[in-house]
């Protein structure tokens, strides 16, 4: 209806009310809805702004307190073998606790993101990780402990793949590759704050409280200040949007068009939308789409995982998921089964000097690797520390080249030079070189990290994403606790055989990502 005929029919005096509304319904009814844009040209015309600087600090916040969590407890190990009378297979089973968390939490909860949303989702996985943490900080026998970490990874399992989709549905293409990078950041940032947070409060053995039957100690404490990204985090995202791509997926234009009136509120201030209609995409290709009559019950709820998973093994993007299964088995056990267990071989080499395979006839019956005073050297934390920190220039490069270079080559190379690397640590001479080689292969394997969280979040369509990052993680925590605890077992009988074995899958799995498509500067769906 055009201007002057609805101020015509509206401003005739010989008309009643009801006849009038009746016209204007009827010549409404003649015109048709205007023409839908597509999501991402819907993105592109609210542009890049404000919305998304906060967006990514939040989401950040969330990635660091995931961060924190997995490896404040491979900063505590050497800290509370004593209190808790570990050995170095109980070592390997707590570290590898988390992941079993890690795995059944990723899975379950990128299925519910994917049905009830990702911002809900969001903030019921960062409190359950936050609240399992500080239950874990008081426990004071190594069963309960156990469990506490166990819940914790629970929680982490489920924010560490939808903070990535959640994040990734508010960009636009152009901004993907380099955001998604920087997002990728702040897993370092979560390594360095756990890192300077282990070096602050844990080498003070006389802080906390002490009695006959409870002790709070300094690694208790440590464990519970790690607690609080992760619960602040949750609070936050209360006043984030939902993501409107997620709504589509539901059918819902309305509610999705609302969420975007909120970013081009922040980003464009007054100015109204350039749009009155969206959809996914306006060529319908590669769309999933979901059953919007499903029940919200557990049994719909797990016949809609089961119909999320066989979307994902159909032909077309059975290769894809084959092939990112076997680059996050690789990575995950190669990176997460050194990773952890960096500041237990820093004590052994900062005790004993030399190689850290050099004394591998530690008594593992007492698994006496350091004093037991339940406090090493300082040098042990600084070296936790500058191993943190050399992730640093590996997630700045990945900011500025990942657009240039392209997702696929910048995994491979960095995973089969961290291969290489894994070869060297056993034949090093002293804890300086020690330190280098670990800074190196931490600068190196982010690299991949960062390439794969780009690649994960663009390879699959917008409907089973959240599902397609669960299996992932899922599959990567399999790895982390198969890595694990291959390091408990095998790092007091000889730790070059574990090392062997994570230079070989990494080097692996460097080759593979040869065969995955490139998603450089194309649409996701």
């Given at each position: 209806?055009t201007?002057?005929?609805?101020?015509?029919y509206?401003?005739?005096?010989l008309?009643?009310?009801?006849e009038?509304?009746?016209?204007?319904?009827?010549?409404?009814?003649?015109?048709?809805?205007?023409?839908?844009?597509?999501?991402?040209?819907?993105?592109k015309?609210?542009?890049?702004?404000?919305?998304?600087?906060?967006?990514?600090?939040?989401?950040?916040?969330?990635?660091?307190?995931?961060?924190?969590?997995?490896l404040?407890v491979?900063?505590?190990?050497?800290?509370?073998?004593?209190?808790?009378?570990?050995t170095?297979?109980?070592?390997?089973?707590?570290?590898?606790i988390?992941?079993?968390?890690?795995?059944?939490?990723g899975?379950?909860?990128?299925?519910?993101?994917?049905?009830?949303?990702?911002?809900?989702?969001l903030?019921?996985?960062?409190?359950?990780n936050?609240?399992?943490?500080?239950?874990?900080s008081?426990s004071?026998?190594?069963w309960l402990?156990l469990?506490?970490?166990?819940?914790?990874?629970?929680g982490?399992g489920?924010?560490?793949?939808?903070?990535?989709?959640?994040?990734?549905?508010?960009l636009?293409?152009?901004?993907?590759?380099?955001m998604?990078s920087?997002?990728?950041t702040?897993w370092?940032?979560?390594?360095?704050?756990?890192?300077?947070?282990?070096?602050?409060?844990?080498p003070?053995?006389?802080?906390?409280?002490?009695?006959?039957?409870?002790?709070?100690?300094?690694?208790?404490?440590?464990?519970?200040?790690c607690?609080?990204?992760?619960?602040?985090?949750?609070?936050m995202?209360?006043?984030?949007?939902?993501s409107?791509?997620?709504?589509?997926?539901?059918?819902?234009?309305?509610?999705?068009?609302?969420?975007?009136?909120?970013?081009?509120?922040?980003?464009n201030?007054?100015?109204?939308?350039q749009?009155?209609?969206?959809?996914?995409?306006?060529?319908?290709?590669d769309?999933?789409?979901?059953?919007?009559?499903?029940?919200?019950t557990?049994?719909?709820t797990?016949?809609?995982?089961?119909?999320?998973?066989?979307e994902l093994?159909?032909?077309?993007?059975?290769?894809t998921?084959?092939?990112?299964i076997?680059?996050?088995?690789t990575l995950?056990?190669?990176?997460y089964?050194?990773?952890?267990?960096?500041?237990?071989i820093f004590?052994?080499?900062?005790?004993?000097?030399?190689?850290?395979?050099?004394?591998?006839?530690?008594?593992?019956?007492?698994?006496s690797?350091?004093?037991?005073?339940?406090?090493?050297e300082?040098?042990?934390?600084f070296?936790?520390?500058?191993?943190?920190?050399?992730?640093l220039?590996?997630?700045?490069?990945?900011?500025?080249i990942?657009?240039k270079?392209?997702r696929?080559?910048?995994l491979?190379?960095?995973?089969?030079i961290?291969?290489?690397?894994?070869?060297f640590?056993?034949?090093?001479?002293?804890?300086?070189?020690?330190?280098?080689?670990s800074?190196v292969?931490?600068?190196?394997s982010?690299v991949?990290?960062?390439?794969?969280?780009?690649?994960q979040?663009?390879?699959?369509?917008?409907?089973?994403?959240?599902?397609?990052?669960?299996?992932?993680s899922?599959?990567?925590?399999?790895?982390?606790i198969?890595?694990?605890?291959?390091?408990?077992?095998?790092?007091?009988?000889h730790c070059?055989?574990p090392?062997?074995?994570?230079?070989?899958?990494?080097?692996?799995?460097g080759l593979?990502?040869?065969?995955?498509?490139?998603?450089?500067?194309?649409?996701?769906?």
């Open positions: 209806m201007a002057e005929r609805r101020q015509f509206m401003e005739s005096e008309m009643g009310n009801d009038r509304q009746q016209l204007l319904i009827e010549d409404d009814e003649d015109v048709s809805a205007p023409d839908p844009v597509s999501y991402e040209a819907a993105l015309s609210i542009g890049y702004g404000k919305f998304h600087v906060i967006l990514l600090l939040l989401c950040g916040w969330a990635v660091s307190s995931d961060a924190i969590e997995v404040s491979s900063f505590m190990l050497p800290s509370a073998e004593c209190d808790l009378h570990l170095s297979t109980d070592k390997g089973i707590l570290n590898a988390i992941f079993l968390g890690m795995m059944v939490g899975y379950f909860w990128g299925s519910m993101a994917d049905k009830f949303g990702r911002r809900s989702v903030m019921g996985s960062l409190t359950l936050g609240l399992g943490g500080l239950a874990s008081v004071q026998v190594f402990f469990l506490m970490r166990f819940v914790s990874g629970i982490v489920g924010s560490i793949p939808v903070i990535f989709s959640y994040f990734t549905e508010f636009p293409k152009y901004r993907r590759g380099s998604i920087a997002l990728a702040f370092m940032m979560g390594n360095i704050i756990a890192a300077g947070l282990a070096w602050i409060i844990i003070h053995p006389d802080l906390g409280y002490f009695s006959s039957s409870f002790t709070y100690n300094s690694w208790r404490i440590f464990i519970a200040v607690t609080f990204p992760g619960l602040s985090s949750a609070f995202f209360i006043f984030m949007p939902e409107p791509k997620f709504f589509l997926t539901r059918g819902n234009v309305k509610k999705a068009l609302a969420s975007l009136r909120t970013v081009n509120k922040l980003n201030g007054t100015q109204p939308l749009f009155t209609n969206v959809v996914l995409s306006t060529d319908g290709d769309i999933v789409h979901v059953d919007l009559e499903e029940e919200k557990f049994k719909d797990a016949r809609h995982l089961v119909k999320q998973t066989k093994f159909g032909k077309s993007l059975l290769r998921t084959l092939i990112m076997i680059i996050n088995f995950s056990f190669g990176y089964g050194l990773w952890m267990w960096f500041p237990d004590a052994r080499v900062e005790k004993y000097g030399g190689s850290p395979c050099d004394h591998h006839t530690v008594n593992v019956t007492t698994n690797s350091i004093p037991c005073n339940g406090v090493p300082d040098w042990v934390f070296e936790g520390f500058m191993t943190a920190l050399s992730n220039p590996g997630n700045i490069l990945t900011i500025f990942m657009d270079v392209g696929k080559p910048l491979a190379i960095s995973m089969i961290a291969g290489i690397t894994v070869f640590l056993p034949i090093v001479k002293d804890k300086y070189q020690n330190l280098a080689i800074c292969f931490g600068a190196v982010t991949g990290w960062n390439a794969l969280d780009v690649l979040a663009e390879l699959f369509p917008t409907a089973v994403r959240s599902t397609a990052f669960g299996l992932q899922g599959v990567g925590r399999i790895a982390a198969l890595g694990n605890v291959a390091f408990g077992e095998l790092v007091d009988v070059a055989v090392m062997i074995m994570v230079a070989a899958l990494l080097t692996i799995g593979s990502a040869i065969r995955l498509p490139n998603t450089t500067g194309k649409d996701i769906h």
